[in-house]
């Protein structure tokens, strides 16, 4: 069975580094270089909102959280300004946790944020 996220996942999403999302060179309060801005994957655009709740998808420890691991998958939905709809994933395998990014490339974005509004 399929379940929402995995759905999300599978039919338009792309992956992408998370280092390649963070913008390097601009500490963002100045004084805390601890603090970086994240950029939208796709374009590279710097406004981006927190989008619908985060969310932590079971893995059952058997690889059924939507993604290549075996264990949880904890997803932070953003939605760019610039119209692209992304996450930030922290999943759970075998006692490593990996952080990636997976962000919808094309087509019904405006559909896939109307979905996750629907859900919360
Ligand atoms: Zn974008």
């Given at each position: 069975?399929t379940?929402?996220?995995?759905a999300?996942f599978?039919e ?12 390097h060179g601009?500490?963002y309060?100045g004084?805390?270089?601890?603090y970086?801005?994240?950029l939208?994957?796709?374009?590279g655009?710097?406004?981006?909102h927190?989008g619908?709740k985060?969310?932590t998808i ?5 690889y059924?959280?939507g993604?290549g691991g075996?264990?949880d ?10 119209g ?7 999943g759970f395998h075998?006692?490593?946790v ?10 019904n ?5 109307a979905?996750r509004?629907?859900q919360?």
């Amino acid at each position: 069975m399929t379940s929402a996220s995995d759905a999300w996942f599978l039919e338009d999403a792309g992956l992408f580094r998370a280092t390649d999302v963070i913008e390097h060179g601009y500490d963002y309060f100045g004084d805390c270089p601890e603090y970086k801005r994240v950029l939208c994957p796709v374009c590279g655009h710097k406004n981006n909102h927190l989008g619908s709740k985060p969310q932590t998808i079971d893995g059952k420890d058997n690889y059924e959280a939507g993604w290549g691991g075996r264990g949880d998958l904890a997803v932070i939905p953003i939605d760019g300004e610039c119209g692209h709809v992304w996450e930030m994933c922290l999943g759970f395998h075998k006692g490593d946790v990996v952080v990636f990014v997976r962000a919808g490339l094309s087509n019904n974005l405006e559909s896939k944020v109307a979905e996750r509004e629907e859900q919360v």
